[in-house]
């Protein structure tokens, strides 16, 4: 840490969950400024190319509907050009380092509220004066309400619902505010948002809690450009390690994946998760590639440079990249 603090980027505005996650991680610390990007890929570019940025917050996945899209395609796409020029070359060592790194990961749990610009006499009852309803919010949302959002549908049939896609839960509810001023009385507009996000912005909660799965968590990850971690402050803890790694394989040879996981099984690595993007290298590569990301624990005191390993899973894989090596956070025990 320099002496004028911390700055940490995260998807804003004020009111988000990723500011919350933003919050959760760094509020020990003194010092820190809070800065925010509006929109997932900003919170990657910025702390690329802003030397004065030290760490982003993004999401990763939800406990509802999984993978945040968004991220895990701006963690490949940065694998991908130099995935290339392997390609073009005759290098043997197939591992790409990536210019970012995973430091920590966070959880919050998630309550999305219904959210009115205007109050309603008689709450969501009210809904039933209108013809036509508009409801904003981040398009990773819509999965975690659809059983409140279409109960909704049935109790108003004659009601017009329209879902619009915001850059954020807490920019929705500004979008909800600024669209209601200038709208005819026949049409509501409404967000999707944290109970924080309401109240910041001085709107009406009509519906609380209204996620499908009470409990429903975010995963966040904190990144940090490698070439500053070399002092990595976030101390490891008695909790397992968990490395989150990318690959690819040779497609065309049966049990070229799980020759790779058999690596994991060889030297006693347990893995914790598995998923996949499409990796679709350019127009002159085959459609269906894919990239793997899994993640796997490890013992806090097993050797960081774990040479053994990585030749194994260089040899296994096409390429592969190790994006970080965090301590679990206690909260992905919570239910
Ligand atoms: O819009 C926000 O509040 C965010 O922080 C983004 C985000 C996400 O992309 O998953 C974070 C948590 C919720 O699951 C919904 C939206």
């Given amino acids: ?56 917050v993004v999401p990763l996945e939800n406990s509802t509907n999984g993978q945040v899209v968004f991220s895990y395609d701006l963690l490949r796409d940065r694998m991908m050009p130099k995935a290339l020029s392997f390609t073009a070359s005759t290098e043997t060592n197939n591992r790409i ?23 309603l006499s008689n709450g969501i009852e009210s809904l039933g004066k209108f013809q ?14 659809d059983g409140y959002l279409k ?22 509810v500004n979008q909800c505010l600024q669209s209601q001023t200038a709208c005819p009385d ?17 709107a009406h909660i009509i519906g609380h809690s209204i996620n499908d799965k009470l409990g429903n968590t975010t995963r966040f990850l904190v990144l940090a450009r490698r070439e500053d971690m070399r002092n990595n ?14 690959f690819t394989i040779r497609q065309d040879d049966p049990g ?30 085959r459609n269906w ?9 490890t013992d806090k005191n097993a050797p960081e440079d774990n040479e053994t390993f990585y030749k194994d899973i260089s040899e296994k894989s096409k390429q592969w990249c190790l994006w970080g090596t965090f301590s679990r956070n206690k909260m992905y025990y919570h239910k």
């Avoid at 894919?290 to 624990?297: A, K």
């Fill in 186 to 202: 026949s049409i509501l507009h409404l967000a999707i948002a944290s109970e924080t996000a309401a109240r910041l912005y001085k």
């Fill in 256 to 285: 070229s994946l799980v020759d790779v996981l058999n690596v994991l099984k060889i030297h006693s690595l347990n893995m914790c998760s598995i998923s996949s993007r499409p990796f679709h290298l350019n127009e002159d590569d």
């Fill in 97 to 119: 380092q990536a210019d970012i790194e995973v430091v920590a990961e966070q959880y919050v749990s998630i309550t999305h509220c219904l959210i009115s610009p205007i109050k």
């Fill in 233 to 246: 402050m976030f101390k490891h803890s008695e909790l397992p390690q968990v490395n989150l790694l990318t």
């Fill in 1 to 56: 840490m320099n002496e004028r603090g911390l700055k940490v980027l995260f998807l804003g505005p004020e009111g988000t969950y990723s500011h919350q996650a933003a919050l959760q991680q760094f509020q020990c610390m003194p010092n820190v400024e809070y800065l925010p990007a509006t929109s997932i890929p900003q919170c990657f570019d910025k702390l690329e190319k802003d030397a004065s940025i030290n760490y982003s």
């Fill in 289 to 297: 590639r894919y990239l793997f990301f899994i993640e796997y624990y």
């Fill in 151 to 172: 109960s909704l549908e049935e109790k108003f049939p004659q009601l017009t619902f329209t879902r619009t896609d915001c850059s954020s839960t807490s920019a929705s």
């Fill in 132 to 145: 036509e309803v508009i409801i904003y919010s981040h398009p990773q949302v819509w999965g975690q309400v």
